[in-house]
């Protein structure tokens, strides 16, 4: 939602705006074709992971994302070449844009709104392997590293992205979030029959579900008429069985609650106006946050909100003046606040108030748009100056995938997986692949095991990106 705000605001100042973008829905459309007036292309995502990576039982999730940027590349380039770009952004998130920063045919960008790889180091993102994280973070890194200029969605990710890839802090601008302020919002606070607390967004434990679920028994015990409404996509952490909801649901039975709180999945934009509107208190118990697109749409509501003081959430959300912030982790809190709001209508009105008018203020797109022109006009003089990117961002890249793996044992490959890993067109003696099978003694040939260690499979990985994307003077 954020990148499309920019992109609207952009065309109404006058601004010629491409957006590239995946999908893995048969039902969407495929393509170029204009949104009210934002040139589109969407590239469909043919399956859903390279073979041999997926294959790999330590490198599963890695494939699926080389995937998604190896096609987005190949699928959009055409398209982008033919719009002819002054500048470049692409976002951090999965070094998704890495390609195109790597070819160097124009300025770059680089939006930061949080590294997946930073979420997966602090076990927010539970489930993947400790090499699928090193390559994943080599390739945001890479990203932030070949960039012009760097935009950064709240001074938190600044301090913490400058340390971890050394790029200074000064190379990064923090340009906040952009929301569009519609018409619709709360003027009456008085409670009802009903206490109503709401919430939206993936429901998971990155989000902090659970800690809402928590806090309830303290909540209800003051407010018995109390209902909650936690709206938004039933997300499933990987390997789980059932989705995040079904957890909760237990818990909820064991509680005794499982009556006061309804769980009634995506809704349409105008459902959470609406839902927004005839709630009390919006809540938000995320673990992590750069900027919490769903806490500061509820601001714009008007809405009083209780959230978790993590990331760069204080800096769009001040505690005690537009919103109550309480300690990640800290149910007792996280409940203590909710009914701090609950037991004082003036305050919540306050807070509501004032919380519509900081975002009214601070996210304002043409203030977005306004900052963003500035970045890209500099990204652009120092693109200039420079004759073209530095290769540094490709150093810190092969540098991180070689370090990937240090970590000692051995992952089992079949023989004909290695096979096709290390093809006998690239002799394992080569010069630099640095790559070794070690076969085992097998009594069926069919059957053999071979045994890589994941720095050698990761150094086999980076030969084969280098012959298919780094020769020459760029991508091909």
């Not at 930073?118 to 945001?140: D, K, M």
């Amino acid at each position: 939602p954020a990148s499309w705000e920019l992109a609207k605001g952009l065309v109404a100042a006058g601004h010629q705006v491409l957006v590239l973008s995946l999908s893995s829905d048969d039902s969407d459309r495929e393509g170029a074709y204009s949104v009210n007036g934002i040139n589109v292309y969407k590239v469909r995502m043919r399956n859903p992971g390279l073979n041999v990576l997926s294959s790999h039982p330590k490198l599963r999730q890695f494939g699926w994302w080389v995937s998604r940027i190896d096609q987005l590349y190949s699928g959009a380039h055409d398209a982008l070449i033919e719009f002819e770009p002054d500048i470049l952004e692409s976002q951090d998130f999965c070094g998704l844009g890495l390609p195109f920063l790597a070819e160097a045919r124009y300025p770059a960008v680089v939006r930061c709104y949080g590294p997946a790889s930073i979420l997966q180091r602090e076990g927010h993102y539970r489930g993947y392997e400790a090499a699928e994280i090193s390559l994943l973070e080599a390739f945001e890194f890479a990203s932030i590293q070949l960039a012009d200029r760097l935009i950064a969605i709240c001074s938190d990710i600044v301090a913490r992205l400058s340390h971890l890839t050394a790029r200074p802090a000064e190379d990064f601008s923090v340009i906040r979030t952009p929301f569009s302020c519609g018409e619709q919002h709360k003027g009456d606070y008085r409670l009802g029959d009903k206490i109503r607390l709401v919430s939206w967004g993936t429901i998971i434990g990155l989000k902090g579900s659970d800690i809402i679920i928590e806090g309830l028994p303290a909540i209800a015990e003051r407010f018995p008429n109390l209902e909650v409404v936690l709206a938004g996509l039933h997300g499933t952490e990987l390997g789980a069985t059932r989705p995040y909801t079904d957890f909760l649901k237990d818990r909820l039975r064991a509680q005794g609650l499982e009556q006061n709180v309804t769980f009634p999945g995506v809704l349409s934009r105008s459902d959470i106006i609406e839902l927004a509107l005839r709630s009390d208190v919006a809540v938000f118990a995320s673990r992590s946050e750069t900027a919490s697109y769903t806490c500061i749409e509820a601001m714009s509501y008007g809405m009083p909100v209780v959230a978790s003081r993590v990331g760069g959430l204080p800096e769009y959300c001040f505690d005690g003046e537009t919103g109550l912030l309480f300690q990640s982790e800290n149910v007792s809190e996280f409940s203590a606040n909710v009914i701090k709001l609950l037991q004082n209508e003036d305050l919540r009105a306050r807070i509501g108030r004032q919380a519509r008018a900081r975002v009214q203020d601070v996210c304002l797109p043409e203030k977005a748009v306004e900052q963003s022109i500035k970045v890209y006009e500099s990204a652009i003089e120092s693109y200039k100056r420079s004759g073209g990117r530095s290769s540094e961002g490709m150093r810190v890249f092969l540098n991180k995938v070689f370090e990937t793996a240090a970590s000692p044992g051995e992952y089992l490959l079949t023989a004909d997986q290695a096979r096709e890993l290390v093809p006998a067109a690239a002799p394992l003696s080569e010069p630099g692949t640095q790559a070794a099978l070690h076969e085992s003694s097998p009594t069926d040939s069919q059957a053999a095991l071979s045994s890589i260690r994941t720095t050698k499979l990761a150094s086999e990985i980076v030969r084969r990106m280098k012959v298919r994307f780094f020769s020459g003077n760029g991508f091909h």
